[in-house]
């Protein structure tokens, strides 16, 4: 077994705490980020922490790290086919300013935005357990507590959908997920929020017109709508 770590051990718990670069709260996790530590020694191989604004009114939520995206750079949604849609509509939209080079070091900041995902770690097959979706849920919950300005969440995904209504304590049959649906919750941990959902920006929905570009931008149209 391994002894359990999590907290960033140097500062000590945190409420805004993210993950640490050894935690191992998830051993099937854990154990396969130390396969690819192995076998990719320059790559990242950490929970991968939140992207973006210290206290955006803009919050997405993804699903988790890809295996050669943000698990080798570091940075949710950079190094995979994801990312470009992603990154290329949050710079038409006005979240984003710079290029959006697939690499950490290319100079893209996030206006009013931030980016996190449910679940920290790279899964095997891009497949999160249900144990480990709701182990993670902790560091949503930091996360989300952490914004006092924010008034929208884009989820990508059932997964990051249920995740989240699981993490505010909302029943999921009376908000289901659905392509550019709309909740408004009231929540006691946040301001009232405006939840939009979308289909996850994978290159599998992309590649098969489940998501198009164009519905893509229809997310962000009405969350920029929700800003004003």
Known sequence: MHPITCANEEDGLDHHQEPSKSCNLCPRLFDFRQINQTNHTDWFNAPVPSFGADDPQLLIIGLAPGLKGANRTGRPFTGDFAGILLYQTLIKYGFAQGVFDERID????????????????????????????????????????????????????????????????????????????????????????????????????????????????????????FLK
Not at 176 to 205: A, R
């Open 106 to 225: 290319d100079g893209l900041k996030l206006v009013n935005c931030k980016i996190t995902n449910a679940v920290r770690c790279v899964p095997p097959e891009n497949k999160p357990t249900p144990v480990e979706i709701k182990t993670c849920q902790q560091f949503l919950k930091n996360t989300l507590s952490a914004q006092k300005k924010l008034k929208v969440i884009v989820t990508l995904g059932k997964i990051a959908h249920d995740s989240l209504l699981d993490a505010l304590g909302f029943k999921k049959s009376l908000y289901p997920f659905g392509h550019e649906s709309i909740h408004h919750l009231k929540t006691t941990m946040l301001n009232d929020i405006v939840l939009i959902s979308s289909y996850h920006c994978s290159k599998y929905n992309t590649s098969t017109k489940r998501l198009t570009e164009e519905m893509f931008h229809k997310v962000f149209e009405k969350a920029s709508f």
